[in-house]
């Protein structure tokens, strides 16, 4: 979670500053990490079909501003 925060740090810090290749690298990272910790939470609970539909819902909401924040710089 502390590297999630950090990728998120510096990807804002590329956006605000007009680095758009920065930013885009940082946002990548930022992504991976994202799918990468729902990974692991998905892999500590096993779960069923709705609980799986469910937090696929939720790692959409959570993409949806990433991808917001990503259009308003470019």
């Known amino acids: 979670l502390g590297e999630h925060i950090i ?3 510096k990807a804002t810090d590329a956006a605000l500053g ?6 885009a690298t940082h946002g990548d990272l930022l992504n991976k990490n ?3 910790l729902g990974d692991m939470i998905g892999a500590a609970w096993t779960f ?3 609980e799986r539909t ?3 819902r939720a790692a959409s909401r959570w993409r ?6 990503q259009s308003m710089t470019s």
């Open 18 to 23: 007009g680095r758009t290749a920065e930013f």
């Open 54 to 56: 469910s937090l696929s």
């Open 48 to 50: 069923g079909s709705t």
């Open 7 to 9: 990728f998120a740090a």
């Open 64 to 69: 949806s501003p990433t991808t917001a924040r």
């Open 34 to 36: 994202r799918t990468d």
